[in-house]
């Protein structure tokens, strides 16, 4: 695969695809490392006299324009964080307006193209499109793999027409991932948590083949304990998934793959109750919910870590936006980051609301590597191909 190590490029018009598809609360972005991730890359770029365009996504607008979802509130935060004097803005992805701007850019400078999901072509796979749109750049750079699971025009149309690299981020994402998956050690623990088993089914199988252990929290734990028979109350559970439940239990058993389900946990009447219980794994009421793995799960699943030679983290444990809900996703970040280099346990960890744990507990630290990926981390980890990586491997347009 072509990279910005292997293939130099000096004076050209490039076309670089940026994941900036941040959170925001209340109009504030509350986690800039996607614009981060791609600033060594845009350096290179920039110091070589390039003239940049970058096109990402925000939100899911449809192939319409959606006010709420334009890409203008990123601009000074871009500008900043990369460190630009300036950052030119695209309103329109069409001819005329990209030699418009071309015009006015100097050799490294950089322009931010609206929110490419305002075009219904970048969705509806379009490749006249990506072809007419080629036709203005010389270069495609492919920074984005936490967007590369999708097989998107901006992902995979314009690599059919330019010669195509992978930034720099993208590199260091698969290689982090690669190795860790790559290098097994055991005994191997996986925790993963986060509302619905329905989304990991596939992750699920595959781990229990790779992992000495897998630590199942969060409310997909509850369709597992139902699964099981102990009552759950009100909890989320996914019914239809029973006997996918059961059978990812059996294959684990034939696997020797020791399946950690919570043994205790906190309860409230909903997830705004500020006074929960703790309960046995089996005295779950019928008016409560289970919104936290307990203690004594906690225990077990840290004691875990502690004897793991290496250890991959998708999904809180429990329901951590809502206080005191995030008490065992907190404490399973404070054991990673208190023991891991201590102990020489390779860690990894993916996925937003991972991240967010993360970060919300400064344990950045315990982690060998934090992959900013959601979707395409699992999706990575389930052995699917990435059709971004594809694309970036298939070009030889060079
Ligand atoms: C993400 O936030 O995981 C990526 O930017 C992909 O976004 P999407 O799930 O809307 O395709
Ligand atoms: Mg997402």
């Given at each position: 695969m072509k990279n910005l190590n292997n293939y130099k490029i000096e004076n050209k018009k490039i076309l670089f695809r940026a994941d900036l598809n941040v959170p925001v609360v209340d109009g504030i972005i509350t986690d800039i490392s996607r614009i981060e991730a791609i600033k060594s890359s845009i350096k290179k770029l920039t110091s070589n006299n390039n003239k940049i365009f970058l096109m990402a996504h925000f939100g899911r607008p449809k192939g319409k324009i959606v006010d709420k979802y334009s890409l203008n509130f990123i601009l000074t935060s871009l500008r900043d964080t990369l460190n630009l004097d300036k950052v030119f803005f695209l309103d329109n992805f069409d001819q005329n307006s990209v030699e418009k701007t071309l015009n006015e850019m100097q050799a490294g400078n950089l322009c931010l193209i609206e929110n490419?999901?305002?075009?219904?072509?970048e969705e509806n796979f379009d490749l006249n499109f990506a072809k007419k749109m080629s036709s203005l750049f010389d270069v495609y750079v492919n920074d984005a793999f936490s967007a590369s699971h999708r097989d998107h025009t901006s992902i995979i149309g314009f690599p059919k027409f330019l010669p195509a690299v992978a930034g720099n981020h993208m590199i260091s994402e698969i290689d982090s991932i690669n190795s860790f998956l790559d290098n097994a050690k055991k005994p191997n623990m996986a925790i993963v948590g986060g509302s619905k088993i329905s989304t990991k089914i596939q992750l699920l199988n595959n781990l229990i083949e790779q992992f000495s252990a897998v630590a199942i929290g969060g409310a997909m734990a509850n369709t597992f304990l139902l699964a099981n028979n102990y009552p759950v109350g009100k909890s989320l559970v996914e019914k239809n998934l029973i006997q996918e439940a059961n059978n990812i239990q059996l294959k684990a058993n034939e696997l020797n793959c020791e399946l950690i389900l919570p043994i205790d946990t906190l309860c409230g009447k909903n997830i705004h109750d500020k006074n929960p219980v703790h309960r046995k794994i089996n005295e779950v009421l019928p008016e409560e919910m289970m919104l936290d793995i307990g203690d004594a799960s906690t225990q077990f699943i840290s004691n875990k870590i502690i004897n793991s030679k290496m250890v991959l983290w998708n999904g809180p444990v429990g329901a951590f936006e809502f206080k005191p809900y995030d008490k065992a996703t907190n404490a399973i970040a404070n054991v990673i980051k208190l023991n891991a280099k201590k102990l020489n346990i390779n860690t990894l960890a993916g996925g937003g609301d991972t991240v967010s744990a993360i970060k919300n507990t400064h344990t950045e630290g315990g982690f060998n590597y934090i992959s900013n990926a959601g979707g395409a981390f699992l999706e990575w980890l389930e052995g699917n191909e990435s059709p971004g990586v594809k694309s970036l491997k298939e070009n030889n347009l060079f």
């Open positions: 490419i999901r305002f075009l219904k072509e």
